[in-house]
Nanobody, 111 residues
Framework: QVQLVESGGGSVQPGGSLRLSCAAS????????AAWYRQAPGKQREWVAS???????TYTDSVKGRFTISGDYARNTVYLQMNSLKPEDTAVYYC?????WGQGTQVTVSA
């Protein structure tokens, strides 16, 4: 059974940084890769970034240059480093691998 567990969310001021983690059991990220999505209040869930290797990382336009997705295969964990955060980044962030989703972690950016 696959389990994805996100952590690292919180509240920060605009311009701040957070690092989200997604730890997997029953899933090998090095084979399947992983992605981050987010859902803001009243909006549909949207894709943020995907990763299999550093060379294949892709990002939605709104986070390019600010967010970095990476993986630690030894720990079977995928990260999302978020810098220069903006209020519009406020959302619940979800990790996805294959057809499996984590429970989400809240990120709030406000002054």
């Amino acid at each position: 059974q696959v389990q994805l567990v996100e952590s690292g969310g919180g509240s920060v001021q605009p311009g701040g940084s957070l690092r989200l983690s997604c730890a997997a059991s029953g899933r090998i990220f090095a084979i399947t890769g992983a992605a981050w999505y987010r859902q803001a209040p009243g909006k549909q869930r949207e894709w943020v970034a995907s990763f299999i290797t550093a060379d294949t990382a892709t990002y939605t336009d709104s986070v390019k240059g600010r967010f970095t997705i990476s993986g630690d295969y030894a720990r079977n964990t995928v990260y999302l480093q978020m810098n220069s955060l903006k209020p519009e980044d406020t959302a619940v962030y979800y990790c996805r691998s294959g057809n499996d989703w984590g429970q989400g972690t809240q990120v709030t950016v406000s002054a």
